[in-house]
C-alpha cells in the first residue's frame, strides 16, 4: 500500500482587487523553505493589471521551482479568466502547477492594445519588449519622442534583470493600454533587488533600502564596478520617461522600501514595509 | 562601404551583449577598409534601439578611435530615423563623445558639439588641410584647431597622416574621408 505524505500547504489569497503585499508575502515565505505546497486563491479577482498578471506567474513560477505542488485557484469572474489567458498567464507553467479551472479558448487577438506576459531572460528576449513597447506606445503617444522613451526605458529595465539581478525565474513584463488611463507596463523579477546590488559598490554601502533605490533613479548610478560612465542609464530612463509622458507615476517595491515617483520626476511617495520584498516589483503608468 | 545593421541584425536592437556583439563585427568590417576611405554605419530598417546597445556598440567605438585604433579611415552613421538619433545622441552626449550624421541633405554632428560642428563645415570645404589652415579659417590658434581635429577624427569623418613639410621637421595632414563630401 502506497501512503501519501501529507503536504504542508501554504495558503495565499487574493483578495478582488490585489495590493501585491500578500504576493510579496507569499514568495518570501516560500524563500523560508517551511511549505511542501501552496495554494494561490485568486477566485475572487476581479481586475487584474499588468503588475498582478507578473507578480501571480513570478510566483508560480518561483513556487514551481522551490515546492513540490502548485495550486492556483483561477479567477471565478470569467472576463477576468479570459484576460489572464489572453495575457497568457497559463501558458507553459511548470508541470507541478495544477489550475483549478479549465483553459479558456480564445480567438481574439488583441495585441494592439495588450502585451502578454513575456519573460525576460536572453537579449532576444528584451528586443522582442523593445519592439512590443514601442508600439504600443505609438498607439498612446504618437510617432516621436515619448514612444521611443517608453520602449528604450522598458527594455533597459529589463536588462537590469539580465545585468544584475540573477533572479531564478528570470523576469516578467506585461503591458496594457487603456481608453481613459495611457499605457500601463510591469516588470518583476526575484533576483537580488536593487538595494542589495547597489550596495555591493563601496561608495553605496551604508545606504539604507529606500536612500538606494532614491540613488538608482539618479542619472549615471551604477552596481557595475568599473566607474564605466556610459552605464547606469536604466532607472534614471524610466524617471525620465515618467516626466516625458506627463500624467505618469513609477512605481518600484524592492527591499523594505516602496518608492513612487509622479510626475515630474519627484518622489512623490515613500513607504517602508513590514516585510523585504524579493527581487523588484516595477509598475509604470504612462499617461500623456 | 555601407554596413547595413539592419540586414545583419534586426529592426530592434537592446542590450550591451548585442552591442558588444555588433561592435566587435563593425570593426571586423573596419579593418578591411583601406586606409583613406570610409566604412558608413546604415541604420536603415532600424526602428530602435537602446541606450545600453548604443553606448556598447557606437560609443565605444568612437572611444577606441579616440586612442587611435583606425584613426587612419573613417566611419560615419547614416540612414538613422528620428529615434534612433535620439538615443544615439544621449548615449554620445553622457560619454562626451561625437560621431558624424549623414542625412538626405546635409552632414551633421551628434553628441557633444563643442564647435566641432563649425569645424567640419571648414574641413568639408577644404577637403585636405593642416591644422594651421583650419585655425586660419576659424580664427583660432594652431593648438586650438589641433584640439578639435583630435576629435574629428575620432568621429571618424577626418582621417590624419603623418607628413614631413618642406621645411622639415613632421606634421599631421588631414582628409575629409565622409563619402560624398570627401
Known amino acids: 500500500m502506497v501512503t501519501r505524505k501529507a503536504l504542508k500547504t501554504q495558503i495565499v489569497s487574493i483578495p478582488p482587487r490585489s495590493s501585491g503585499t500578500e504576493l510579496h508575502l507569499a514568495v518570501s ?17 476581479n481586475w487584474v493589471t499588468p503588475l498582478d498578471l507578473c507578480g501571480l506567474r513570478a510566483v508560480l513560477e518561483f513556487s514551481a521551482l522551490n515546492l513540490d505542488e502548485v495550486f492556483f485557484d483561477c479567477p471565478i469572474d470569467t472576463s477576468v479568466h479570459n484576460y489572464a489567458e489572453r495575457m497568457a498567464l497559463y501558458e507553459d507553467l511548470p508541470d507541478n502547477v495544477t489550475l483549478s479551472r479549465a483553459r479558456p479558448s480564445l480567438n481574439t487577438n488583441a495585441r494592439e492594445t495588450l502585451i502578454e506576459l513575456n519573460r525576460v531572460d536572453s537579449p532576444e528576449s528584451v528586443e522582442h519588449i523593445l519592439e512590443a ?11 516621436g519622442r515619448v514612444a521611443t522613451a517608453c520602449g528604450t526605458a522598458i527594455a533597459a529595465a529589463a536588462e537590469n534583470v539580465l545585468d544584475h539581478a540573477e533572479s531564478p525565474i528570470g523576469a516578467f513584463i506585461a503591458a496594457q493600454r487603456y481608453e481613459n488611463s495611457g499605457l500601463e507596463l510591469a516588470c518583476v523579477d526575484l533576483g ?8 555591493r559598490r563601496a561608495q553605496y554601502a551604508q545606504l539604507s533600502d529606500i536612500e538606494a533605490i532614491e540613488c538608482a533613479l539618479e542619472d549615471g548610478v551604477t552596481s557595475a564596478n568599473d566607474g564605466d560612465v556610459g552605464r547606469g542609464a536604466g532607472l534614471a530612463d524610466l524617471c525620465k520617461t515618467v516626466r516625458l509622458a506627463g500624467h505618469s507615476t513609477l512605481t518600484i517595491h524592492s527591499g523594505r522600501a516602496y518608492v513612487t515617483v509622479g510626475s515630474g520626476a519627484q518622489i512623490a511617495q515613500v513607504t517602508t514595509p513590514a516585510t523585504a520584498v524579493v527581487g523588484t516589483w516595477i509598475a509604470v503608468r504612462l499617461k500623456p | 562601404m555601407d554596413y547595413m545593421v539592419s540586414e545583419k541584425w534586426g529592426q530592434f536592437l537592446a542590450t550591451r551583449e548585442r552591442g558588444r556583439k555588433v561592435r566587435e563585427d563593425i570593426e571586423t568590417h573596419l579593418s578591411k577598409v583601406r586606409a583613406g576611405d570610409a566604412l558608413v554605419l546604415n541604420f536603415i530598417g532600424v526602428e530602435g534601439i537602446t541606450v545600453s546597445f548604443g553606448d556598447e556598440c557606437v560609443a565605444k567605438l568612437i572611444l577606441s578611435r579616440s586612442s587611435g585604433d583606425f584613426a587612419d579611415r573613417g566611419l560615419a552613421i547614416g540612414g538613422a530615423n528620428e529615434d534612433v538619433r535620439e538615443t544615439l545622441e544621449a548615449v554620445l552626449s553622457r560619454r562626451k563623445f561625437s560621431a558624424v550624421l549623414i542625412t538626405e541633405s546635409d552632414v551633421e554632428i551628434i553628441g557633444q558639439d563643442d564647435l566641432l560642428s563649425a569645424t567640419l563645415k571648414e574641413a568639408v570645404q577644404l ?13 583660432i590658434t594652431v593648438q586650438a584647431a589641433n584640439n578639435r581635429l583630435k576629435q574629428l577624427v575620432a568621429t571618424g569623418s577626418v582621417v590624419r597622416e603623418r607628413v614631413v613639410p618642406d621645411g622639415g621637421g613632421k606634421e599631421f ?4 574621408v565622409i563619402p560624398t563630401y570627401a
Open chain 1, 29 to 45: 515565505e516560500v524563500a523560508t523553505g517551511s511549505y511542501d505546497a501552496t495554494r494561490i486563491m485568486a477566485g475572487s479577482m
Open chain 1, 133 to 143: 513597447v514601442q508600439k504600443a506606445a505609438y498607439h498612446v503617444f504618437g510617432r
Open chain 1, 192 to 199: 537580488f533587488g536593487i538595494p542589495t546590488t547597489l550596495r
Open chain 2, 127 to 139: 577637403k585636405t588641410f593642416s591644422a594651421a589652415d583650419i585655425a586660419d579659417r576659424l580664427g
Open chain 2, 173 to 176: 595632414s588631414y582628409s575629409v
